[in-house]
């Protein structure tokens, strides 16, 4: 069925970067043979699976959208991949993304832009775009996406899906190629918050092969999905619902908080004040831990090679030709950030506003369980629209980075069409507290 509507739609799509037909049904067989003699199937019995390009799987190429690794083929399955497998999910293709997981909207793959199938002339946001606009296709049930500022949530804000972002070391990042080590996060890109569950219950969990893996117990997320939100505590930051977040978003927000508090819950507004500082504290973290991940990416370890006079040559060559122009205006952000001089000015001013923006979070949470606003301020916008400007591209993420720099999970549910295209409500919860966003999501489903 899978492949069946992949043939139908994805030409229009195109979502995905690779498809593994072969393997894909190779494997589904097995796992028929497996089933008819042990006699038990596992949670996620034979489901086909996207994987974003980021994300390594053994013997399958991982581009991240990019050139330079257009013919990487690693050698191991990143322990995501493994556990999808160990319950007995069919990893059918490698999804489309923007190059390094750099973007909010598609753009900057190297291979293609993606495009939104509720309309589309729009983008399906990013950077793990592929991976919502397969699951809002009807491509696959599910895909994995990763999020460093929004990537999980903004997609599936666009797309009408489902995305989770996550506490940070709840899922293990070995084997993710990394952009921002300290923000990026692994998660389910899903029609429904059900499916997110059974998702997250089969990745998440310690892994010592990641030494910012978390040691924590998983609880059963499936349990929570009691639909019950009664004495639910519901602060509204103010800064997520004023200026620059379109008023349709705005009022079908309203009306889930009010669908909230008549299930039984207390809305209040409360105020993030350092969050207006965010996408600017993003801007230098990210890129700056993105120039010293990407640094490995020379030509001579992995991917593409292109030959120069010699060694130093072969470097610029091979960078120069490999990376496309955002991933090369992060890198020179990221280096001029670190360089001596500027360091103390730039990057560590930036992480002392990280840690005011977290601590915003936590005095917020000695008095509510969940945080809800928008996850984007717009709706998806026309390919094309705003390649040329990256400031405007940057402020789309002003809902979302804030998680990402406080650790914490976010979850992005459809709430209702502006103009027949989707809007997707946040609710940002405390640290290990998926179960309750699961909750909570669910109660408007
Ligand atoms: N849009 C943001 C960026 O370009 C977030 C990307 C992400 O979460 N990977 O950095």
Known sequence: ESLKRIQEVDGDVRAFLLVDEEGALKRAKELDEK???????????????????????????????????????PVY????????????????????????????????????????????????????GGSAAAVAAGEVYFALGS?????????????????????????????????????????????????????????????????TSANVEVPDYLS???????GLRVGVPKEMMGEGIDPEVKALVQKSLATLESMGSTIEEVSLPHSEYAVATYYLIAPAEAS????????????????????????????SKGFGPEVKRRIMLGTYALSSGYYDAYYKKAQQVRTLIAQDFEQLFAKYDV??????????????????????????????????????????????LSNGLPVGLQIIGKPFAEATLLRVAHAFE
């Open 292 to 319: 010293s991940n990407l640094a490995r990416f020379d030509g001579v370890r992995y991917g593409v090679r292109r030959y120069g006079e010699n060694l130093i040559d072969l470097y610029h060559e091979t960078r």
């Open 35 to 73: 089933y008819s003699k042990e006699g038990t199937r596992g949670l996620l019995a034979s489901l086909p699976v996207g994987v974003k390009d980021n994300i390594c799987t053994e013997g399958l190429t991982t581009t991240c959208g990019s050139q330079l690794l257009a013919n990487y083929q």
């Open 77 to 128: 399955n990143a322990t995501v991949v493994e556990k999808l497998h160990n319950a007995d999910a069919i990893t059918i293709g490698k999804m489309n993304m923007d190059e390094f997981a750099m973007g909010s909207s598609n753009e900057n793959s190297s291979f293609s832009p993606v495009h939104n199938p509720w309309d589309l002339s729009t983008v399906p946001g990013g950077s793990s």
């Open 224 to 230: 929570a999905l009691t639909g019950d939100v009664k």
């Open 147 to 211: 999020d460093t500022g929004g990537s999980i949530r903004q997609p599936a804000a666009f797309t009408g899906t489902v995305g989770l972002k996550p506490t940070y070391g709840l899922i293990s990042r070995y084997g993710l190629v990394a952009f921002a080590s300290s923000l990026d996060q692994i998660g389910p890109l899903t029609k429904n918050v059900e499916d997110s569950a059974y998702v997250l219950q089969a990745i998440a969990g310690h892994d010592r092969n990641d030494s």
């Open 371 to 416: 945080i809800i606003g928008p996850t984007t301020p717009t709706t998806a916008f026309k390919l094309n629209e705003r390649i040329d400007d990256p400031m405007t591209m940057y402020a789309n993420d002003m809902c979302t980075i804030p998680a990402n720099l406080a650790g914490l999970p976010g979850i992005s549910v459809p709430c209702g």
